[in-house]
């Protein structure tokens, strides 16, 4: 009787340790979820932040390209119209050497 007893009382004392062991493992497994939870959002915003990020470069860049092609536009105009003055100035002077020559 001795030996159940003391089986019994054993017995009792590890199923106490079970279900604190149990309980602790539990929160242990309350905490790390709310850790990766808590990762997760911050994660998430994160990658919410680099995706406007990419987004405002993009728009950003095609800015610039539009720029570049409108100063390329505007530089290829200013030659041209420099070219026809050179044109224009060239036959002037053409006319000019004329009118001497007929004078003379």
């Not at 030996?3 to 790390?32: G, H, M």
């Not at 911050?42 to 987004?55: I, T």
């Amino acid at each position: 009787k001795h030996r159940v007893r003391e089986i019994d009382n054993r017995t009792f004392s590890l199923q106490a340790q079970i279900k604190e062991l149990q309980e602790s493992l539990r929160l242990c497994q309350d905490t790390i979820v709310h850790r990766l939870d808590s990762q997760m959002v911050l994660l998430q915003g994160s990658a919410s932040f680099q995706l406007e990020s990419c987004g405002s470069l993009r728009d950003i860049e095609g800015g610039l390209v539009g720029k570049s092609s409108s100063i390329v536009s505007m530089a290829e105009e200013e030659k041209q119209e420099e070219q026809h003055e050179e044109v224009v100035e060239q036959e002037r002077k053409k006319k000019e050497e004329r009118k001497k020559d007929k004078e003379e």
